[in-house]
C-alpha cells in the first residue's frame, strides 16, 4: 500500500505529475471526511453532557485533532524515508522569524480595509426573502468566561494554526512541489484550497484568507520550516482576536 502511495521523487513526466494531484485529492477528501466524521461520533456520544458554548470548542478541537494525526499518518505513506523530515523542513533557525511576524502585522493590518472594500464591491447576494433566524444560545468568544475562554483562546490561537499547517503548508504543499511546476502548482493550489475551506466567510473575508496562505505558502517556500507558517498564522488569528476585544 505505501508504495502505491508514496510519491515519486522526483515526477519525471505528465502521468507523475497527474498520479500526484490524484493522490492528494483522494488523500484530502479521505482525511477531511474521515475528521469530520470521527468528531461527529464522539460529540454524538458525549456531547449531550456538555454546555453548547463547550460543544463548539470541543468538535473544533477534535477535528482539528484528527486532521493533524491523520496529517501525520499521510506524512508517513507519501515520503516514508523521512516522513517528519520532509513534512517539518529544515529544523528550526530564527532568520525567517522576523518576516513571519511581519507577515502576520501586515495581514492583521490591512484585513479590515480590504475586507471592507470587497464587500463593497461584492455585495452579497439577497435573491430571496430571508425569514428571521432562530436565536442560538451561543455565547461569542470574546464574551466566554474562565476556562471556557482560555481553551478557546488555546485552540484558535495555537491548535487551529497548527492543524491547518501542517495540513496545507505541511504534507499538501510539500507533495505539490514534487510536480514539474514545482511552486508554480504547490503556492497557488494549496493558496486557493486554504481559501476555500474558509468560504463561510464574506467574500472579503475570503481575500484577506487568500492573501494570507499565499504569504505562509512563500515562507515556507522560502525557508523551508513548517514552524515559521505556524508563529505567522498563529499570531495573525492572535492579533486579530486582540484588536476585536479592544475594539
Not at 493522490?23 to 458525549?46: E, P
Not at 504543499?173 to 511546476?181: G, I, S
Given at each position: 500500500m505505501r508504495a502505491l502511495i508514496a510519491l515519486p521523487a522526483p515526477s519525471r513526466h505528465?502521468?507523475?505529475?497527474?498520479?500526484?494531484?490524484?493522490?492528494?485529492?483522494?488523500?484530502?477528501?479521505?482525511?477531511?471526511?474521515?475528521?469530520?466524521?470521527?468528531?461527529?461520533?464522539?460529540?454524538?456520544?458525549?456531547?449531550h453532557l456538555l454546555h453548547i458554548d463547550t460543544q463548539f470548542l470541543v468538535i473544533d478541537a477534535l477535528f482539528t485533532g484528527w486532521l493533524m494525526l491523520g496529517s501525520l499518518g499521510l506524512a508517513w505513506l507519501l515520503e516514508p524515508r523521512r516522513p517528519l523530515g520532509w513534512l517539518l523542513g529544515r529544523g528550526v533557525t530564527l532568520s525567517g522569524l522576523v518576516p513571519a511576524l511581519l507577515l502576520a502585522g501586515i495581514m492583521v493590518l490591512s484585513?479590515?480595509?480590504?475586507?471592507?472594500?470587497?464587500?463593497?464591491?461584492?455585495?452579497?447576494?439577497?435573491?430571496?426573502?430571508?425569514?428571521?433566524?432562530?436565536?442560538?444560545?451561543?455565547?461569542?468568544?470574546?464574551?466566554?468566561?474562565?476556562?471556557?475562554?482560555?481553551?478557546?483562546?488555546?485552540?484558535?490561537?495555537?491548535?487551529?494554526?497548527?492543524?491547518?499547517?501542517?495540513?496545507?503548508?505541511?504534507?499538501?504543499?510539500?507533495?505539490?512541489?514534487?510536480?514539474?511546476?514545482?511552486?508554480?502548482?504547490?503556492?497557488?493550489?494549496?493558496?486557493?484550497?486554504?481559501?476555500?475551506?474558509?468560504?463561510f466567510y464574506s467574500p472579503g473575508g475570503v481575500l484577506v484568507i487568500a492573501l494570507l496562505g499565499a504569504g505562509l505558502g512563500w515562507l515556507r517556500w522560502k525557508y523551508d520550516q513548517l514552524w515559521l507558517c505556524v508563529v505567522a498564522h498563529a499570531a495573525y488569528n492572535g492579533l486579530t482576536l486582540l484588536m476585536v476585544a479592544l475594539a
Open positions: 505528465a502521468l507523475d505529475d497527474g498520479l500526484i494531484l490524484l493522490r492528494l485529492a483522494i488523500a484530502y477528501t479521505a482525511l477531511a471526511a474521515a475528521s469530520n466524521w470521527l468528531a461527529g461520533q464522539i460529540m454524538q456520544q458525549w456531547g484585513a479590515n480595509p480590504l475586507a471592507e472594500w470587497l464587500d463593497l464591491k461584492i455585495p452579497a447576494p439577497d435573491l430571496l426573502p430571508q425569514e428571521p433566524a432562530e436565536p442560538i444560545a451561543l455565547t461569542p468568544l470574546m464574551d466566554l468566561q474562565g476556562w471556557r475562554l482560555a481553551g478557546a483562546l488555546v485552540v484558535a490561537i495555537f491548535w487551529v494554526p497548527l492543524a491547518e499547517e501542517i495540513l496545507f503548508r505541511g504534507w499538501l504543499f510539500k507533495a505539490l512541489q514534487r510536480t514539474r511546476p514545482g511552486i508554480w502548482i504547490a503556492l497557488p493550489a494549496s493558496t486557493l484550497i486554504f481559501a476555500l475551506l474558509h468560504s
